[in-house]
């Protein structure tokens, strides 16, 4: 697809320097003022438009992984820190390298959707998200953009999280979704009701789509967690609720399936999501969940959360579209406790 007025942002711009905020101190910033605010200091910008441990993941517990053996599922870490456990699930992977060629850009979509601070559990961890940027660094990409189109305020959501703070730290390069001139219309082959929506360009760009939610009790969806984190790329949340919640959420995977999901479910808020309340109950997993497949993650976090698979319908939804395996007996999962 040729974009429409793409948009390639750089490490280069003032708005990504140690310190900065890709916004205004009016928390305003589209796409043709970054233009402008670019081209004005001479900056180069390239443009193209407390549960128990489930037990069904503490059985049988495997914490070899040998060169050459098939790539598991579902790899379920216990135990240890945000970093120990990345570096673990991604060792058990294989490394970022399986799915990041030197060269390649990298677009992080995390959970930046509520202004609150890391320890009310709403948004995705900073310091998984600070790792990860550097195992994609790492790994060869050559650029690792981290973007997230908030609920609350987008401005004091990136500020509140730490996520943007942590992501530059790393050398990502921080991207607002919190303006319509940054998102594109397409059409979404194979959809039954979502079949046309508004999506960030960096998701219609990037070589590499990697989905960091994180996994908490949802008021509307029950649960929101990998598949429902995809709705943070669109522009139009509000149309998943007027065609059907359930079947849009199905249907906007069927657009770009992430590359990789990796779920942080170290301190699960299990009442008062999804933005979270000061009398919010939660549940202490230290658990950090990966996969390539956006369905049976999600079945896994499922009964991570206490619940069935089965009593989601965007899951069931989302096997029935071809997206992933919803059955976890039929799956294969790594359980490793460090």
Not at 188 to 195: D, T
Request: aromatic fraction near 6%.
């Amino acid at each position: 697809m040729e974009l429409k007025n793409p948009l390639y942002y750089t490490s280069s711009s003032p708005h990504n320097s140690p310190g900065s905020s890709p916004w205004d101190r009016e928390g305003n910033m589209d796409r043709k003022e970054f233009l402008q605010r670019c081209a004005a200091i001479g900056v180069g910008v390239f443009f193209i438009k407390k549960l128990q441990f489930p037990e069904h993941l503490l059985a049988q517990e495997n914490t070899s992984s040998n060169p050459g053996e098939k790539i598991p599922d579902i790899i379920a870490v216990r135990g240890g820190t945000q970093v120990s456990r990345l570096d673990r699930a991604l060792k058990e992977f294989g490394g970022l390298s399986t799915v990041i060629r030197k060269g390649q850009t990298v677009v992080i979509k995390p959970n930046i959707g509520w202004s609150q601070e890391p320890r009310v559990a709403a948004n995705t961890n900073p310091v998984l998200i600070q790792r990860l940027v550097e195992h994609c660094l790492a790994a060869g990409a050559s650029k690792v953009w981290v973007f997230d189109h908030s609920c609350d305020h987008g401005p004091t959501s990136y500020r509140l999280s730490q996520i943007e703070s942590y992501a530059r730290q790393a050398g990502a390069i921080v991207v607002p979704g919190d303006s319509p001139s940054y998102y594109q219309e397409v059409s979404i082959p194979g959809a039954v009701r979502l079949k046309k929506t508004s999506v960030h360009e960096l998701i219609l760009q990037a070589d590499v789509f990697i989905n960091v939610p994180v996994l908490k009790n949802h008021s509307g969806a029950g649960m929101t967690c990998a598949m429902k984190n995809l709705m943070g790329m669109v522009w139009d949340r509000g149309e998943y609720h007027r065609l059907g919640l359930d079947q849009c959420i199905a249907d906007g995977c069927l657009y770009r399936k992430p590359t990789l999901n990796i779920v942080d479910a170290e301190k699960v808020m299990l009442t008062g999501g999804p933005r979270g309340y000061a009398n919010s109950r939660y549940s202490e997993q230290n658990m950090l969940i990966l996969s390539r497949d956006i369905v049976a993650i999600d079945a896994v976090s499922a009964r991570v959360l206490g619940q069935e698979p089965a009593s989601f319908d965007y899951i069931k939804l989302g096997a029935e579209r071809g997206l992933g395996k919803a059955d976890i007996n039929q799956l294969d999962i790594r359980r490793i406790t460090i």
